[in-house]
């Protein structure tokens, strides 16, 4: 029987574990958790939709865009390995810095989360990424995330109310639309 790796990494880190003191008795509720500053802990039902869409595997390096309190960052550090690398960014400071601060806590010293000025998409200077992963509504295509992609990379992000699933074959951009509607909080 096949391990399944990202719900081993639901299983390593807990929801709980990233979430603001006051919120973690409603850890395991599958809705979105209020983390302060307008941005949310997305349910877990539609992180794991998410992570099994992004196929990340050992030793991919990975952009987490919107990282938020440091989770998903830390469960693709479990699905990567110590020989994977994960770069999460944040547009708040406060929540980047706490983010970080619980993954040094956890020793998930392949990931990071930084706190990144508004208007820039992603991480391209620690590019090109095999997997990004956006956990914000995106209303227009993010073409700078796409920049970032590695030949044969992917790319799972809410756009327009759908799931996205979009992967690199050099230069040609293959988008493919997944079932479900999602709500996010924007993209910005």
């Known amino acids: 029987m096949r391990t399944d790796p990202v719900a081993a990494a ?90 970080e601060a619980r993954l040094r806590r956890d020793g998930l010293d392949h990931a990071s989360v930084l706190a990144v000025p508004p208007g820039v998409l992603g991480r391209a200077e620690d590019g090109p990424f095999d997997r990004i992963l956006v956990s914000a509504m995106a209303q227009q295509w993010p073409a700078a995330l796409e920049d970032q992609l590695a030949d044969a990379g992917r790319m799972v992000l809410p756009w327009r109310g759908r799931l996205m699933v979009a992967e690199r074959a050099g230069e040609e951009v293959r988008r493919d639309q997944e079932p479900g509607w999602y709500r996010f909080v924007p993209l910005r």
């Open 10 to 99: 639901m299983r390593a880190a807990p929801r709980a574990d990233y979430l603001p003191e006051g919120a973690r008795g409603r850890a395991a509720d599958d809705v979105p958790i209020s983390i302060g500053h307008g941005a949310t802990c997305s349910q877990p039902s539609t992180v794991a939709t998410m992570l099994r869409a992004l196929h990340a595997g050992p030793g991919h390096r990975v952009l987490d865009v919107g990282a938020g309190s440091g989770w998903t960052t830390a469960l693709l550090a479990h699905v990567v390995g110590p020989a994977g690398r994960v770069v999460g960014v944040e547009l708040e400071t406060e929540l980047a810095e706490a983010a």
